[in-house]
């Protein structure tokens, strides 16, 4: 069965640093897209960050670009995402998502509309 689950999320403070893992279990990660999606109270789920199978393009939502990054362990089975300089509006539930990438559809188009395999989600709150 293909599950994926997400650690690291907590209590930081504005300014401070988090690294989420999203670890999987039934398939390899290598041989899927990954994306990292947000949902806060009250507002429309995001598309934060995502990276592709096939050549490892990287697409990062406006919001957070230039403090996150997304990153590969193959031998781990994991995906991360490195949160720094995060401030309160980062605050969220985050979400580890993977799905086949077809040969026509990038990683920008696949954070942007969703995919397919969810995790359960890891809360990121960022307050003083």
């Known amino acids: 069965q293909l599950q994926l689950v997400e650690s690291g999320g907590g209590l930081v403070q504005p300014g401070g640093s988090l690294r989420l893992s999203c670890a999987a279990s039934?398939?390899?990660?290598?041989?899927?897209?990954i994306g990292w999606f947000r949902q806060a109270p009250g507002k429309e789920r995001e598309g934060v960050s995502c990276i592709s199978s096939s050549d490892g393009t990287t697409y990062y939502a406006d919001s957070v670009k230039g403090r996150f990054t997304i990153a590969r362990d193959s031998a781990k089975n994991t995906v991360y995402l490195q949160m720094n300089s995060l401030k309160p509006e980062d605050t969220a539930v985050y979400y580890c998502?993977?799905?086949?990438?077809?040969?026509?559809?990038?990683?920008?188009?696949?954070?942007?509309?969703?995919?397919?395999?969810w995790g359960k989600g890891t809360l990121v709150t960022v307050s003083s």
């Open positions: 998502t993977a799905d086949v990438q077809q040969f026509d559809s990038t990683i920008a188009t696949m954070c942007k509309y969703g995919m397919y395999y």
């Open positions: 039934g398939f390899t990660l290598d041989n899927y897209a």
